[in-house]
């Protein structure tokens, strides 16, 4: 991929990214429903592997190496990415697929604390504050108002999710703030393949979600979930960040939650009690105006697995 200075948003790049913004809004629908064929432990440590296979065949053909410098902070993103599945995957077992999309798309504001904290470049603008206080006020009434006539443990489910989040946005951290950051961004979700696909697949073991009924129901979300969320995604979203401006994509990082929400009740019939839709849509509204055009935002997009805004060369 050539280095030239990046376009403005058009209509074919919008349009992507809505589609991408669907298709990683699916994922946790997907692996909800797929919930009693494949536990979702299991499916996340397979897709990662059969993803991890098809990038590094990919890393092979460009001749792209991993730089020993870079190992130790991948162990960590890999380790970061791993616990972030293995919360979402408990959580998925507790609660609706909804409430995991939205609680698990609070990441960017958890990174853009971190950032403010960390990088003189990434401080927080007014605007941004305010986004940052409207969204944490709905993920608090999504909590009270999304509990009443919920299954048990529904809320330790939220909670899993929640944290989940706040483990990718320590992923943002690991890659922004080590030498990942210089990384192409084929190297950054190699080491989270990796991660997922080594810690996720003796945990799955271990904790007996091992269920694999081998169903073409089964086979059809394990395809989604590797070819299509853990790796076609990704390289369309690769293409877009090195044509276009990552600001303006980030822009769209709301979507995926929106998605997310419809999509469990449209696809699942989860019931969505009216105190977390009011919850949800202040989070969303926040993580909007937190991602704006022109604003110093986190610097990752939800997606299956984040590389570094970095643009890749092929």
């Known amino acids: 991929m050539n280095r030239t200075t990046p376009h403005a948003v058009d ?3 919008g349009g992507l990214m ?13 692996l909800k429903a797929a919930a009693p ?17 098809l990038l590094m065949l990919l890393m092979w053909r460009r001749g792209e190496v991993p730089r020993r410098e870079r190992w130790l902070p991948g162990v960590v993103a890999g380790a970061l990415f791993a616990l972030e599945y293995l919360l979402v995957s408990q959580a998925l077992r507790l609660t609706q697929a909804a409430h995991v999309v939205i609680f698990l798309y609070t990441a960017p504001l958890f990174a853009a604390l971190g950032l403010h904290l960390r990088v003189p470049a990434e401080r927080l603008s007014g605007p941004q504050w305010a986004g940052l206080t409207l969204a944490f006020a709905g993920i608090a009434l999504a909590f009270l108002g999304g509990q009443r006539g919920a299954a048990a443990g ?10 989940g989040g706040a483990a990718w946005g320590a992923t943002t951290l690991t890659l ?15 080491y989270q393949l990796l991660g997922a696909f080594v810690l996720l ?15 073409p129901q089964a086979w059809a979300h394990l395809g989604f979930q590797s070819l299509v969320v853990s790796f076609a995604s990704f390289l369309a979203w690769c293409w877009l960040l090195g044509r276009y401006r990552a600001a303006q994509l980030g822009s769209f990082a709301f979507l995926t ?13 989860e019931r969505l009690e009216a105190g977390f839709l ?3 849509a202040l989070v969303v509204a926040g993580i909007a105006q937190v991602s704006r055009p022109g604003a110093r935002a986190p610097g990752v997009l939800s997606g299956p697995a984040r590389p570094s805004r970095r643009k890749s060369s092929t």
């Open 11 to 13: 209509a074919r790049a």
């Open 18 to 30: 809505a589609l991408l913004c669907l298709v990683w809004s699916l994922q946790q629908v997907s």
């Open 37 to 53: 064929q494949v536990s979702p432990m299991l499916m996340v440590a397979l897709r990662s592997g059969i993803a991890l296979a």
């Open 154 to 163: 529904a809320l330790t489910g939220d909670l899993l999710a929640l944290a």
């Open 176 to 190: 922004r703030g080590t030498a990942l950051a210089a990384a192409p961004a084929t190297e950054t979700l190699l």
């Open 201 to 215: 697949l003796p945990a799955a073991a271990l904790s007996g979600q091992w269920q694999f009924d081998a169903s």
């Open 257 to 269: 939650p929106l998605f997310g929400v419809l999509l469990g009740a449209g696809l699942l019939g």
């Open 278 to 280: 009011a919850g949800s």
